[in-house]
C-alpha cells in the first residue's frame, strides 16, 4: 500500500541565473491531509513542484516522500512512489483522446515491451482491457463520458482541466499535487472543482498539495496552508491563521500597489 | 452523423469499428489481392514498388508523425536494409534468416543513432541525423571488399524457402505480405503502451515524465522500430532494384520519404499510404512537366529536389494534416450534408450536446 506515506520538504532551494526562485523551503505533508501553498505571481510555488517531480535540480535540501528519496530518483520515476501532478499550463497530449490520454496515465502500471505490442499478444489485450476498466472508474467519478473519444485539440478550457486531473488520478497516486486547479474556471466549475477534490480526498483516500490563488477554494477544502514569496515560507498554518498573518497581507499588499 | 454506441470495452481496441470504414478498407485489400489478375506485370512491379515505399513511409512515420522526432537519414536505413540483405544473400545465407538479421540489425542501429540523438531537438536532431545519412553512404562507397564500392553490387535473385520467386506476381506478394505486417504491427502499436508513449513524448514530453514514461528510452525504441521497418523496406527494395549503387541511398531519397509523410498526413498510418501513392505518381508528373517548361528550366539537373522541397512547403504552410486530413474533412462534409460548416470539423461533436455539457 502507497497510502500513509509523509512528504517531507527539507531546506529546499534552487537558483535560476543568481536569483533564490525557492530558498531555504522546509514543509510536511501528513496522509490524507489537502495542504495549499499560496503566494504572490512568481512566488515560486510552481517551481517547488517541478522539484519535487524531479524536473529541476535542487541546489540544497532534501526531498523525502515515506521511505523513498526522491532525489536519488529520475523524474519517471517519482509517479511509482506514488505522486501524481496536474501542470499550471495544462500539459495534455493535444492529438491524442481523451481516453488515450487517460490511458497514458496508467503507464507507471502498465508493463510495455515493444515486441508484445506490436503482435498484440493476447495478454496485451488482457491488460488493455484490465487497465481500461480502471480508467472508466475515473471517467465517471469526474463526469467525462461524453468526452471520452474527443480530441483534447477540440475540447473546452474547463474540461480539459478536468482531463488532465482525471490522468493524473488514472496512475492512482497516493498524493496528488495540483497546480491552480480552479484557475481560468468560472465560478460554476469552481464549485465543481471543489466538490471533486472533496471526492477525491474522501472517496479515493488521496493527499491533496494545490497552489491556488481562489481563496475561497482553498478555505473550503484545505486543512493548512503554506504562504511563501520570493521563495521563502512566510507562515503554515490553518487557513484562517495565514490569512490573519501580517507578512502574508504584507505581500499581497505590496502586489497590489 | 454517424454516432457510435459502444457497449464493451473491446470496441475501442478493434481497428475499424464503422462499418464504412470496414467497406473502403476491405475493397482496398480485395483489389491489392485480386492485382495481379487485374495488372499487367510493369504495372505489378510499379505497385509492389509503392508497397514498399508506403512500408519505408510507415517507417518514418513512426518516427517523425507519431514521436515527433525528425529524421533526414532515412534513407541510410534502406541502404543498410538493402546493402546488408544482398551481401547476406550472395554468402549464402537463405531469404528467411537474411530478413530476421538485416531487420534485427537496421533496428540495433536505428537504436543508437536514437541513443545518441535523444537530448537533441528539431533543428539539431535534423543535422545529426544527415551527418549519420551522409557517414553511411560514404560508408557504402568506399568499403568496397564488402559493398563492391561505387561499381554496385548485384542482388542475387529472390528466393524464399528454397522456392525460386522469379515471376511479377511472386515478388508482388511477397511485398504485400510484409505490408500486411507491418500496417497490422503499426496499429498496433498504437493501441498499446508503447505506442502511447511515443505519441506522448511527441505532445509533451514534460507531462510523459511526469506520468511515468522513459522519454530518453521512447525515443531510443521509437528509432529502433522505425528503423529496423524502413531497413525491410530496404530488403524489399533490393530485389526490385536487383543492382544496389551507394548514390541510390541519398539525401534525395530522405527527402522522398520526408515528403511522402508530410503530403500524407503526419501521424496517421494511412497518411504514410497516401504519400506514397503520391511519391509514385511524382515521376510521371515530372516527366509532364520536363516537356511542358521551357527547355532552359525543363532541362535543369535540379528540378526533382526543387520540386519535392516545393511541395514539401506548401503542404506545411496550406495543409498540415496531409492528404488524410483533407480526405477525413471531405468524408466529414459528405456526411454531414447539407450541413456542413467550415469551421464545423473543429468542433463536429459538440453539437450532439446540451449547452451544459459543452
Ligand atoms: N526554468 C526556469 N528558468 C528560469 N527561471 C525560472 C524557471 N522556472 C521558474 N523561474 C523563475 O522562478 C520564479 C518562480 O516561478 P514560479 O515557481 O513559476 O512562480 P509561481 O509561484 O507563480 O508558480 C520566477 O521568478 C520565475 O521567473
Ligand atoms: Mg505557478
Known amino acids: ?257 | 452523423m454517424q454516432v457510435l454506441f459502444k457497449t464493451r470495452y473491446e470496441d475501442d481496441i478493434r481497428f475499424l469499428p464503422k462499418t464504412g470504414e470496414k467497406i473502403r478498407v476491405g475493397l482496398v485489400v480485395a483489389f491489392l489481392l485480386a492485382a495481379p489478375l487485374l495488372l499487367q506485370d510493369y504495372y505489378l512491379g510499379e505497385l509492389g514498388l509503392l508497397l514498399v515505399y508506403a512500408i519505408a513511409g510507415i517507417g518514418l512515420m513512426i518516427l517523425t508523425g507519431h514521436t515527433g522526432q525528425v529524421s533526414f537519414g532515412h534513407a541510410a536505413f534502406l541502404g543498410i536494409g538493402a546493402y546488408c540483405h544482398a551481401i547476406l544473400m550472395s554468402h549464402g545465407v537463405p531469404f528467411s534468416l537474411s530478413v530476421v538479421l538485416t531487420t534485427a540489425l537496421s533496428g540495433l542501429i536505428g537504436m543508437a543513432l536514437g541513443r545518441s540523438a535523444s537530448k537533441m531537438h528539431g533543428f539539431y536532431l535534423a543535422i545529426a541525423t544527415l551527418a549519420f545519412l551522409m557517414l553511411v553512404e560514404t560508408l557504402l562507397g568506399e568499403w568496397e571488399s564488402m559493398t563492391g564500392g561505387y561499381g554496385g553490387l548485384a542482388v542475387p535473385g529472390l528466393k524464399v524457402f528454397g522456392i525460386s520467386l522469379a515471376s511479377a506476381w511472386q515478388q508482388y506478394y511477397l511485398d504485400l505480405f510484409f505490408t500486411f505486417v507491418v500496417v497490422l504491427g503499426a496499429a498496433n502499436l498504437f493501441r498499446t503502451p508503447t505506442g502511447r508513449s511515443f505519441l506522448a513524448v511527441r505532445d509533451s514530453e514534460l507531462s510523459a515524465r511526469c506520468l511515468g514514461v522513459n522519454v530518453e528510452w521512447a525515443k531510443i525504441q521509437a528509432f529502433g522500430i522505425s528503423a529496423a521497418i524502413t531497413g525491410l523496406a530496404g530488403v524489399l527494395l533490393a530485389h526490385h532494384l536487383a543492382y544496389l549503387a551507394p548514390d541510390v541511398f541519398s539525401v534525395l531519397e530522405s527527402l522522398k520519404l520526408m515528403l511522402m509523410i508530410v503530403v500524407g498526413g503526419l501521424g496517421s498510418i494511412p497518411g504514410a499510404i497516401f504519400g506514397a501513392i503520391l511519391v509514385s505518381l511524382l515521376p510521371v508528373a515530372l516527366s509532364f512537366l520536363k516537356d511542358v517548361l521551357p527547355p532552359a528550366l525543363g532541362q535543369q539537373a535540379g528540378l526533382e529536389p526543387l520540386l519535392f522541397g516545393l511541395i514539401i512547403v506548401i503542404f506545411i504552410v496550406f495543409e498540415p494534416q496531409g492528404i488524410y486530413g483533407r480526405w477525413m474533412k471531405l468524408r466529414f462534409f459528405f456526411e454531414t450534408f447539407p450541413y456542413y460548416r467550415k469551421s464545423s470539423f473543429v468542433r463536429q461533436k459538440s453539437y450532439l450536446k446540451t449547452e451544459r455539457m459543452r
Not at chain 1, 529541476?56 to 532534501?62: H, I, L, T, V
Not at chain 1, 500539459?91 to 481516453?99: A, D, N, P
Not at chain 1, 468526452?147 to 488514472?170: M, S, T
Open chain 1, 1 to 257: 500500500m502507497t497510502a500513509g506515506r509523509t512528504l517531507s520538504v527539507r531546506n529546499l532551494s534552487i537558483m535560476f541565473g543568481g536569483v533564490h526562485a525557492v530558498e531555504d523551503v522546509s514543509f510536511d505533508v501528513s496522509p490524507g491531509e489537502v495542504f495549499a501553498i499560496i503566494g504572490p505571481n512568481g512566488a515560486g510555488k510552481s517551481t517547488i513542484f517541478n522539484l519535487i517531480s524531479r524536473l529541476y535540480e535542487p541546489s540544497a535540501g532534501s526531498i523525502q516522500f515515506g521511505e523513498y528519496d526522491l532525489l536519488g530518483l529520475p523524474a519517471h520515476r517519482v509517479v511509482d512512489t506514488g505522486i501524481a501532478r496536474t501542470f499550471q499550463n495544462i500539459e495534455l497530449f493535444e492529438q491524442s483522446t481523451v481516453l488515450q490520454n487517460l490511458l497514458v496515465g496508467r503507464h507507471s502500471r502498465m508493463s510495455g515491451n515493444a515486441l508484445c505490442d506490436f503482435a498484440f499478444l493476447p495478454r496485451v489485450r488482457r491488460a488493455e482491457i484490465r487497465h481500461r476498466r480502471k480508467v472508466e472508474d475515473i471517467i465517471d467519478l469526474l463526469e467525462l463520458a461524453q468526452y471520452r473519444d474527443e480530441r483534447i485539440a477540440d475540447l473546452p478550457y474547463g474540461a480539459r482541466k478536468n482531463v488532465e486531473l482525471a490522468r493524473a488520478l488514472c496512475a492512482e497516486p497516493a498524493l496528488l499535487m495540483l497546480d491552480e486547479p480552479a484557475s481560468g474556471l468560472n465560478t460554476e466549475e469552481t464549485d465543481d472543482v471543489g466538490f471533486w477534490l472533496e471526492d477525491i480526498k474522501h472517496d479515493l483516500g488521496v493527499t491533496l498539495v494545490m497552489v491556488e490563488h481562489d481563496m475561497n477554494l482553498v478555505g473550503q477544502v484545505a486543512d493548512r496552508v503554506m504562504a511563501i514569496n520570493d521563495g521563502r515560507v512566510l507562515a503554515i498554518g490553518s487557513p484562517d491563521d495565514v490569512r490573519e498573518n501580517e507578512d502574508v497581507q504584507q505581500a499581497y499588499l505590496g502586489m497590489t500597489e
